[in-house]
């Protein structure tokens, strides 16, 4: 286990961090998921660079914390850089965080940390929640290999395209959505990949209202369809049934093959997979050769 270390500071006192950009993760709804970390440097920054200056204030006051604010978002990213770089050449301490979660991933924050990076500026990461990984980890899809899509383009011409990037993604597929969008990109995504395909949809995650919803991509654009959902989404694909790769239904049949007969390992793979029970047949008797 790691040693609680909070932030080191400029001359041995607790007070004042080092000076650099610091990425602090804040709550995605439950104010209880703040970090000690988080709440140390944001407590002692010289500026709390954010999205919406009214939106972090008050979760700044929720925590005591009384700080200049600067907002940095998608409008204003650009122009506000060299400012903000200019701060931390000067040696202070510019916290960045975001409306929720961890600031960088799907928003204007990665390229502040890009410039940072670019002109040698120190950039500490102080991690905490995150809206995707906390879907992820609810959905009981496959968290072996996943790939993080931010948001889909809001018309549905260039939707479509974008979601056949993921027709071949090897693991599940995970989206940021509107409330106002999802049944429209449920069923688009439905459309594109497969209406069967497994999917989840992760909403106010970790707030009164949390709710996390399974079932086929098509099901669930329909049910959305009739009932406007409201508040923050994320959307899951699981892969598809039919796509094991042939390593995959290997392991599916050991596992089962330490339980159940032959026969029955390979009738209930095939039935999993969909693929043909001789092919399923020939695989395990190849793996039976090599035991
Ligand atoms: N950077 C943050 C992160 O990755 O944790 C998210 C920023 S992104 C601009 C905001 C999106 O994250 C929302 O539109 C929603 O899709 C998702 N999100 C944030 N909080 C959420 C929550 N409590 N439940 C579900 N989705 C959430």
């Known amino acids: 286990m790691g040693r609680l270390i909070v932030e080191r500071s400029v001359n041995g006192s607790a007070c ?21 970390r988080a709440l140390a440097v944001l ?39 060299p400012e903000i770089l200019e701060k931390l050449g000067r040696g202070q301490c510019v916290a960045l965080i975001s409306d929720a979660g961890m600031p960088a991933i799907a928003d204007p924050g990665f390229k502040l940390v ?36 931010g948001f889909l383009p809001a018309k549905s011409v260039a939707r479509k395209k974008a979601i056949l990037a993921y027709k071949q993604s090897a693991g599940t597929v995970v989206f940021y959505e509107s409330p106002q969008r999802l049944s429209e990109s ?48 994320v959307i899951l694909i699981g892969k598809g049934e ?13 596992e089962r093959l330490k339980s159940l007969t032959l026969r029955d390992a390979v009738a209930e793979v095939a039935e999993m997979t969909g693929l043909p029970k001789k092919e399923v047949y020939a695989t395990a008797l190849d793996l039976t050769k090599n035991l």
Request: charged share 25%.
């Open 114 to 149: 890009r410039d940072c990076r670019d002109a040698e500026i120190p950039v500490i990461v102080i991690p905490g929640p995150n809206a995707a990984i906390t879907a992820l980890a609810s959905s009981g899809l496959a968290t072996d290999c996943f790939c993080f899509g």
């Open 16 to 36: 004042k961090p080092l000076p650099g950009l610091y990425v602090v993760a804040t709550p995605i709804g439950n104010l209880g998921d703040i970090t000690l």
């Open 242 to 254: 039919t796509e094991e790769s042939p390593m995959d239904i290997k392991s599916l049949l050991s």
């Open 43 to 81: 407590a002692n920054a010289d500026v709390i660079a954010c999205e919406d200056t009214r939106n972090s204030g008050a979760m700044l006051q929720a925590f005591g914390i009384r700080k200049p604010l600067l907002s940095y978002h998608d409008h204003n990213a650009d122009k506000r850089r």
């Open 186 to 233: 449920l069923s688009d995504l439905a459309e594109a990949l497969g209406p069967e395909r497994p999917a989840a949809v992760a909403r106010e995650l970790t707030k009164f209202y949390e709710e996390v919803r399974r079932d086929k991509l098509l099901a669930l654009a329909l049910y959305y369809a009739a009932h406007e959902p409201k508040g923050e989404i």
